[in-house]
């Protein structure tokens, strides 16, 4: 067989994967004792796990996670109250399905951010989309969209993406306007997406936070009532492990 115009042929279908793999097995002394079929699953199987990477880098860069976080990296060690059992389940991902939310409160430095981004992290894994953004710079990007007349699309990439991760809840009082947004959001959202909100506030502080009452009350049943929960303390984990992720 000539190799060349078979790797031709594979490039120009777009089959890298395979590409590379008869390229490779091509210059293997041993590959001549492998029949037929077993040729043909070696060259799937890297096509499948080529197809599998560029997914998965293409899913990352769309989600814009702020760490560079992944399940093999949580540090239970640390006394914070992190329960191992519920963040394994957290990260098969069943709850996204189920289109469950996620609250994730605790002192600043205990490492909501970080474990966020590692759900994040399996869901881009999972092929699921998934968008990362702290909430004060998102209600800035909102308004500016607004401004030029790109709200309702902005409103609807929002509502699709199938995980987004609101990060920084709480930090500072909502105007009129960003609680229309809020509410905004996750009504598009409600039982057909799921959100991860981390925060330095307890749950029980988000209404009087939100700031008025029915407001409150239409975007905290939209978001805790099926939200999963993780209560985290101690002391930051900043101070404690400085070159250590959270």
């Excluded at 069943?94 to 992290?121: M, Q, R, V």
């Excluded at 894994?125 to 990007?141: G, I």
Aim: aromatic share 6%; proline share 4%.
């Amino acid at each position: 067989m000539l190799t060349h115009p078979t790797l031709d042929q594979l490039n120009t279908l777009g089959l890298y994967g395979m590409a590379k793999a008869f390229s490779e097995l091509d210059k293997h002394g041993d590959s001549a004792t492998l029949n037929h079929a077993e040729w043909l699953g070696l060259l799937l199987d890297r096509e499948m796990t080529h197809r599998h990477d560029k997914r998965l880098i293409a899913r990352l860069r769309h989600a814009r996670l702020r760490h560079q976080a992944t399940p093999e990296d949580v540090d239970y060690r640390n006394p914070r109250g992190l329960d191992r059992r519920l963040l394994q389940t957290l990260f098969q991902g069943d709850w996204i399905d189920a289109h469950d939310n996620l609250a994730l409160c605790g002192p600043t430095g205990i490492g909501k951010s970080w474990l966020a981004c590692a759900i994040g992290h399996k869901a881009c894994r999972d092929n699921r989309s998934v968008l990362y953004a702290r909430f004060p710079r998102l209600l800035e990007d909102l308004a500016l969209a607004r401004g030029d007349g790109r709200i309702a699309r902005k409103l609807k990439s929002l509502g699709q993406v199938e995980l987004l991760i609101l990060d920084d809840w709480g930090l500072q009082p909502l105007d009129a306007q960003a609680r229309h947004d809020l509410l905004e959001i996750l009504e598009d959202r409600y039982g057909r997406r799921s959100t991860i909100v981390t925060s330095q506030l307890p749950v029980s502080a988000w209404h009087h936070a939100i700031g008025d009452n029915t407001y409150a009350d239409a975007i905290l049943d939209r978001l805790v009532h099926n939200a999963h929960r993780i209560e985290l303390e101690g002391e930051s984990m900043r101070r404690a492990q400085p070159t250590l992720p959270a």
